[in-house]
């Protein structure tokens, strides 16, 4: 589409300076970024100072919150002294709710991967009309705001007290919460496959559907699974707004403790058991930062293609490998 | 489409378990809420809670609170998205992973960070207290409300516009400034264009996440009335199970127009992320 930026020529550099409206100094016509070194003008100071403003606002809170749950005393500093008190008063009060929040991240996720590997796959594959609609009805519970979700889940499974009393109460509203990133995750990366070519490929073999499903779609669809994953238990963790509203005294979730702990207790243990919060959560947001996913769930398919391509390269090496030997090692 | 490797009974199979959950957990409960608001009498219901004085002020409040922090949000973002696209410097990966965890908080801890800040025992109170002598604490009115919609608006709003800034293409700016446009003249007529269609779609999901967010007042006061705590003060307080589910669905329709209406005019899907 467009042309590949060259050098000026000495007859183009003429001819801009001839045809500039009003004639500028010759620094203008130097490349953006070199102009920008040689002379800091007011709006690139400007903005320096709302990026710092900004990055500060977005950080400064996270430090003085790990800081006040690990000193003695909020109101006197830090000069009262360093301890870990507060945090471990946050695990023998509230170690309950964060050990519910991991069960209940682990069963949303089970649920998620069971239903929504195989649904991502199959929306990829199909690219009908009715596909796309289905793509479209599965986001709805994330678009339109939490708490329409709980109250529905209230109302219509409110009088099943087992049911409604047990985790899996909790579990269902994150369930439908998460299911579409797994499901988006799992799409993109399938379409961004030739999954139909290598599939026809094997069945000319004889590999049954199910063979071709186990052996070359979840394979080649691992990254977006793995992706899908850490997005839905980094939600499951965090999902507060529907959890309130489903939560029973027996149910407490972490972030629900959150705000128990926020509501009526000092700041230090606040603050400690964000810090709690921070320790189970930052792991699992670095990992997606590595595999290259905004913490929203979204994969940068730029770098999946290219994490493609090296991978495409590196197993036709080990075809070649194996080609040479007559008995391939088989993975365990 | 004919698709030797991919027959019909699978799709249907491969599709039907998440479809059934779906639908068991997610349809049925949404209709049921249809059916409980219409009441006895469905439109007296409706005009009843859609004329009343305080729901009408709590929603023109939601709504003028989330236009506020969509507007400040692509404003602040445009200016470091851009900013943090053209200039490298140490430690980058670093900051821009801190910028990002916001995103992963549930409302809650949003809101306590806004209580860090400018609470009673805040960093902004300490340091007003030592400049003025008076302590300036804004973290229970709406001001703080405003804080905290800001900070879980801002780093999903900077990722989009980073991404779609690093695709602009260099030349037509330097070709803009070779042809004398002022620095404000290229932002205005090559930069902000280029950016629009990711910034209408951020600006929708930002403004559909502020319509809907329930944790950061939840934190800050419950006496703000923004349209969630209202839903939430009728279901609980005093349940009203009809009003609640009146005002959840009326704050669900405002939410799916405005993100499908960004839809429209980007042709890019765009779905509240939090």
């Known amino acids: 589409m467009s042309e590949p930026a060259r050098e000026p020529t000495p007859v183009q550099t003429r001819v801009q300076t001839i045809t500039q409206m009003p004639p500028s100094p010759a620094s203008q016509l130097a490349p953006v970024r070199t102009q920008r070194l040689r002379s800091p003008n007011w709006i690139t100071v400007g903005q320096v100072m709302v990026t710092l403003a900004l990055c500060a606002f977005l950080i400064v809170p996270m430090l003085m919150s790990v800081m006040a749950g690990l000193t003695v005393n909020y109101f006197r500093g830090v000069s009262s002294g360093l301890t870990l008190r507060w945090v471990s008063n946050v695990l023998e009060t509230y170690g309950d709710s964060v050990l519910t929040s991991l069960y ?20 990829a594959r ?18 339109l705001p939490g708490l329409a979700t709980a109250l529905g889940l209230l109302a219509i ?26 499901v988006r995750s799992v799409a993109a990366i399938c379409a961004s496959i030739d999954l139909r070519t290598l599939e026809e490929g094997a069945a000319s073999l004889g590999a049954r559907f199910s063979q071709r499903f186990f052996t070359i779609v979840l ?12 997005t839905v238990v980094t939600l499951s963790l965090g999902e507060f707004n529907l959890t309130w509203m489903l939560h029973t005294p027996d149910t407490k979730t972490l972030p629900v403790g959150l705000a128990d702990a926020y509501a009526s207790m000092r700041i230090e243990i606040g603050s400690a058991y964000t810090i709690v919060f921070f320790a189970i959560t930052i792991p699992l947001l670095i990992g997606m930062q590595l595999l290259g996913i905004d913490p929203g769930g979204n994969l940068d398919p730029q770098r999946l293609q290219r994490k493609h391509a090296k991978r495409r390269a590196r197993e036709s090496a080990a075809l070649a490998d194996a080609s040479t030997s007559a008995l391939p090692e088989t993975p365990l | 489409m004919h698709d030797l490797t991919f027959p019909v009974r699978w799709r249907i199979a491969l599709l039907a378990p998440a479809l059934a959950l779906f639908a068991g957990f997610w349809l049925l409960p949404i209709g049921r809420l249809i059916q409980l608001s219409g009441g006895n009498d469905a439109l007296a219901t409706y005009r009843a809670v859609l004329t009343n004085r305080r729901y009408l002020e709590s929603l023109g409040a939601t709504v003028a609170l989330s236009v506020a922090v969509t507007l400040a ?28 965890f916001p995103l992963a908080f549930p409302g809650v801890v949003v809101g306590f960070m806004v209580i860090m800040l400018a609470g009673r025992q805040g960093l902004i ?37 980073m991404a779609a800034a690093g695709k602009l293409d260099a030349s037509l700016e330097e070709a803009a400034r070779s042809l004398g446009a002022s620095p404000w003249q290229i932002m205005r007529d090559v930069v902000l264009p280029a950016l629009a269609p990711a910034l209408t779609a951020s600006a929708a999901v930002c403004f559909a996440t502020s319509m809907g967010a329930f944790g950061t007042a939840f934190t800050l006061a419950t006496d703000i009335d923004v349209l969630p705590m209202t839903i939430y003060t009728e279901f609980t307080l005093n349940a009203n199970m009809v009003t609640a589910a009146v005002l959840s669905l009326v704050l669900g329709v405002v939410t799916w127009a405005v993100l499908a209406l960004a839809r429209n005019l980007t042709g890019q899907a765009a779905a509240a992320a939090a």
């Open chain 1, 157 to 182: 499974y409110g009088g099943f007290s087992a049911f409604r009393n047990s985790l899996w109460f909790i579990v269902v509203g994150h369930f439908v919460f998460t299911l579409p990133f797994m």
């Open chain 1, 219 to 230: 394979p080649n669809a691992w990254p977006g699974i793995l992706a899908g994953a850490l």
């Open chain 2, 125 to 161: 109170g300490a340091l007003t207290m030592a400049l003025t002598g008076n302590k300036w604490v804004f973290a229970y009115s709406m001001t703080g409300l405003f804080a905290g919609y800001l900070y879980f608006s801002i780093p999903r709003v900077i990722i989009t516009v």
């Open chain 1, 126 to 143: 199909s690219r009908t009309r009715l596909s796309r609609l289905i793509e479209e009805m599965l986001v709805l519970p994330i678009a």
């Open chain 1, 104 to 123: 209940v991240a682990a069963a949303t996720l089970a649920l998620v991967l069971l239903t929504g590997v195989p649904a991502g796959y199959a929306l």
């Open chain 2, 73 to 100: 949000t692509l404003v602040l973002s445009v200016i470091v998205g851009l900013f943090l696209t053209r200039h490298s410097f140490p430690a980058k990966r670093v900051l821009l992973a801190l910028l990002t």
